[in-house]
């Protein structure tokens, strides 16, 4: 038995949580600055750092007293150590170093994108390994061959905007609220998706990368050219295209890699319509985590320390931060 402590801090959520197992979120927390940057139409680093300190001890004693346990009773703390905004990755490293000593218990670095992965593992039924990981967040867009435990090969990736970036940046564009991921699904409810024609970057060809900034310039220019167009249609066919890369995409991979099921995380991962085309259009099983562990939480984190540490791998008081560091 496990019970690790995961804290989360690469970005504007902090997430704090005590998981047992790998597998058991006993306590999550998750504060989302999102009021906070709203305002600014976009995360500004220095504000997320500070608030990140402002909070995060008060974090920690809730999901201590929340999951009814004490520090001597957790076998290690799990931490973000990369990729994300640097400052607010020093505060969660910092302060789960700090912990780690303190109690003394191993420090588990973790990647953020392979804490994305390891919230599949937080669903009701997790996946076996081998699979593909479809990841879809704020700053990545990226199809992963899984093949064991910590055993990663990026098959794609994203060559400019990443898709939660081309959502938050097509929000701004139609003056709908940050974050834009779920503006836009809100405001494509009452729209038609076939109003228009967006493209489909890079659908035809034989790479899995992606590619989300053409697609965001085609509604630059579609509002230059009406600026009375309807939000609501606009923001369907930008979905529509959005959604519809990553299917295929995604169809490409499975074929050619045979991988036998799908796990698809991250914030994105929240979103219905592609919920409902993973639905329809995928043909082995696919994997999403409940939607509070698709955006940022240290859930996740605290899973991708339980099977690191499950699986040999050394804690690390030593481990830096890093704004990018490759999985
Ligand atoms: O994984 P996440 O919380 O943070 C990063 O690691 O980046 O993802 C945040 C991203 C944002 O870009 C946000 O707009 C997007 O996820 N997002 C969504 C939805 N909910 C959040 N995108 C599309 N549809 C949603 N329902
Ligand atoms: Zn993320």
Redesign the pocket.
């Known amino acids: 038995m496990s019970l690790v402590l995961g804290i989360e801090t ?4 902090t997430g704090i949580a005590i998981v047992r197992d790998g597998r058991e979120v006993l306590a999550n927390e998750v504060a989302s600055q999102i009021d906070i940057h709203k305002e600014f139409g976009g995360v500004v680093p220095e504000i997320a750092s500070r608030q990140h300190t402002k909070i995060i001890s008060q974090l920690v004693d809730k999901v201590l007293r929340d999951a009814n346990t004490s520090p001597e009773a957790l076998d290690a703390v799990a931490v973000t150590v990369a990729p ?1 905004l640097l400052g607010s990755l020093m505060v969660g490293t910092c302060f789960g170093k700090a912990l780690a000593y303190v109690w003394k218990k191993p420090f588990v670095p973790v990647h ?1 994108i392979e804490g ?1 992965i390891y919230s599949a593992f937080l669903a009701a039924e997790a996946p076996e390994f081998p699979f593909l990981a479809l990841i ?5 867009t990226q199809l992963i061959r899984c093949d064991a435990p910590h055993q990663y090969e990026i098959l794609g990736t994203t060559r400019d905007d ?4 081309s ?2 940046k097509v ?1 701004r564009l139609l003056g709908l609220p ?8 809100k405001a494509a409810e009452g729209g038609n998706a076939r109003a228009y024609a967006f493209p489909r970057a890079m659908a035809m060809k034989d790479t899995l990368d992606f590619s989300y900034s053409g697609l965001k310039t085609a509604v630059l220019y579609a509002l230059r050219e009406n600026p009375q167009a309807n939000v609501a249609d606009i923001a369907a066919s930008f ?1 529509a295209a959005a959604v519809d890369i990553l299917i295929k995409k995604t169809i490409q991979a499975l074929e050619s890699t045979g991988l036998p099921r799908l796990v698809v ?10 919920r409902d085309r993973l639905q329809s259009d995928i043909a082995v099983p696919v994997f999403v985590p409940p939607f509070k562990y ?4 240290g859930a996740m984190i605290a899973a991708a320390g339980a099977a690191r540490l499950a699986n040999g791998f050394a804690a690390d008081l030593d481990a830096a931060p890093s704004a990018s560091m490759a999985l």
């Open positions: 690469s970005c504007d959520e994300g953020h994305h879809v967040s704020g700053g990545h990443a898709i939660g970036e959502f938050d929000a940050y974050p834009g991921g779920p503006s836009i699904q979905q995380a991250g914030g994105v991962a929240a979103n219905r319509l592609l698709c955006i940022d939480n």
